[in-house]
DNA sequence: AGAACCATGTAATGCGTTACATGATTTC
DNA sequence: GAAATCATGTAACGCATTACATGGTTCT
């Protein structure tokens, strides 16, 4: 139950409603975490009659009415007890790999292709993780301590993505090579 | 549905039992795609329903009967037009990275001791995909074709597991520089 | 004697995706 | 006039995990 915490680490930085969430997700912790608002208000309404969370209504001009959501202190003490929780290690899901592993099944063109498509993807979002990393941590060596996860989980995803990149490079001069 | 797919391939280079599938989804294959024997059996009935595969039942002696599958002409069918479609790009799922992000709420040590672990799991893995590929494919400049396959997907776990290292060996050196 | 391997499943529950549904306001 | 943004949800379905269940053989 993954979510939930996820979704108690947002609120510990800041109270927000459901769909305030949805949109972080789409940025910082949807690095590592995408989360849809359908799931997140389910989420949320469970996180609330568990207590982990309390809603307020708050009326807007112009705009429809929404719930914000704030942390509790039985939703603190359950991110504590999560945070101090050994992690397991992480199952990659790749359906790339998969197909790449059925190499000669496929027409060569195609996955030509979908490696250039996911090439150029490792590369949009290496360069927003940079440009992130950039204006929001200039100095690495002189964070705030409140700062310093956002920085490693940023480092994190521009490690990733550059390795993603490399693999594609790789794939692609195999595949030129070849003929 | 890619757990199908990737019963697909395997069953493509290989007929076997639903056992067989689930210890090659420990090995090769699993490198990218998990799965338990309870879901791969379910999925195998599926495809049976759908002629994706056909069972034939092997008596042994001193063993359980099994049943051993094969992939159909209708199967190679799905397999092609699934290798044909374009691939959507992966979400990542860390939930190392949502604990690194609430570092400020945290107890340092246990975070280290958390990364500490993923660090000694990355090199693990890393020498162990290391050693496959050097033992099944010592020449990467002469593959045979259906080799390719094999290779490039080992070689993307090699380059993940590697940058999973860096990054686990830069989150220690900010956490003991801290102090 | 106990653990590990071979072999196949059912059942319950939870997590995630897709489709459907509504409706005002603001921007192009 | 159309599209995007703000805002919240329900319903159906499928995918994944965990627990439970069985039973013989081989290795230590």
Same mark, same amino acid.
């Given at each position: 139950?993954?979510?939930?915490?996820?979704?108690?680490? %947002?609120?510990?930085?800041?109270? $927000?409603? #459901?769909?305030?969430?949805? =949109?972080?997700?789409?940025?910082?912790?949807?690095?590592? &975490?995408?989360? +849809?608002?359908?799931?997140?208000?389910?989420?949320?309404?469970?996180? /609330?009659?568990?207590?982990?969370? +309390?809603?307020?209504?708050?009326?807007?001009?112009?705009?429809? @009415?929404?719930?914000?959501? $704030?942390?509790?202190?039985?939703?603190?003490? /359950?991110?504590?007890? &999560?945070?101090?929780?050994?992690?397991?290690?992480?199952?990659?899901?790749?359906?790339?790999? !998969?197909?790449?592993?059925?190499?000669?099944?496929? @027409?060569?063109? !195609?996955?030509? $292709?979908?490696? =250039?498509? =996911?090439?150029?993807?490792?590369?949009?979002?290496?360069?927003?993780?940079?440009? %992130?990393?950039?204006?929001?941590?200039?100095?690495?060596?002189?964070?705030?301590?409140?700062?310093?996860?956002?920085?490693?989980?940023?480092?994190? #995803?521009?490690?990733?993505?550059?390795?993603?990149?490399? &693999?594609?490079?790789?794939?692609?001069?195999?595949?030129?090579?070849?003929?």
């Amino acid at each position: 139950m993954a979510l939930e915490h996820a979704i108690l680490v %947002s609120l510990a930085e800041r109270s $927000a409603s #459901g769909y305030d969430l949805a =949109r972080r997700f789409d940025a910082s912790i949807g690095q590592f &975490w995408k989360a +849809s608002h359908q799931q997140i208000y389910k989420t949320l309404s469970r996180m /609330e009659s568990a207590g982990q969370v +309390s809603v307020e209504v708050v009326a807007q001009d112009g705009r429809p @009415d929404k719930k914000v959501y $704030a942390i509790t202190r039985a939703g603190h003490a /359950e991110l504590a007890g &999560w945070l101090a929780t050994p992690t397991a290690p992480e199952v990659y899901r790749s359906e790339l790999a !998969v197909k790449l592993r059925a190499l000669h099944l496929a @027409d060569r063109d !195609v996955v030509v $292709a979908d490696v =250039r498509a =996911r090439r150029e993807h490792h590369r949009e979002r290496l360069a927003y993780y940079e440009a %992130s990393r950039e204006r929001y941590y200039p100095d690495a060596e002189h964070l705030a301590p409140e700062d310093r996860g956002g920085y490693i989980v940023l480092r994190g #995803g521009v490690l990733i993505e550059e390795a993603g990149l490399a &693999w594609c490079d790789e794939i692609l001069a195999q595949l030129e090579a070849e003929r």
